[in-house]
């Protein structure tokens, strides 16, 4: 079996293509606004995943398309930082 953190590759995709972040945070409608805001009038679709067991939690996918490493690294980054975003996947 091979350990993932002992696999030396870099991810190769080929640009444009669609990509899924897994956003996690605690209000929807915080974290709808956040991710309109941040992506202005690019195209992109939300979709709820997931809610934890108590519902502090809730989970959404944001599917879109990417036109490079840059781009795709960017908008992680974007999300991640953002105060209403828990986490990004």
């Known amino acids: 079996m091979v350990n993932i953190d002992e696999i030396d590759k ?3 995709l080929e640009y444009p293509c669609n990509w899924c972040y897994k956003i996690i945070g ?11 805001k941040l992506l202005l009038e690019r195209d992109h679709n939300i979709e709820h995943s ?8 809730i989970c959404l996918n ?3 398309l990417v036109h490079s490493d840059d781009d795709r690294e960017a908008l992680y980054e ?12």
């Open 10 to 12: 870099k991810l190769e």
């Open 26 to 36: 605690k209000d929807r409608d915080k974290l709808h606004d956040t991710i309109s």
């Open 50 to 57: 997931n809610s934890s067991s108590s519902g502090k939690y």
């Open 62 to 64: 944001l599917d879109l």
């Open 78 to 89: 974007a999300l991640r930082d953002n105060e209403h975003i828990t986490r990004v996947l």
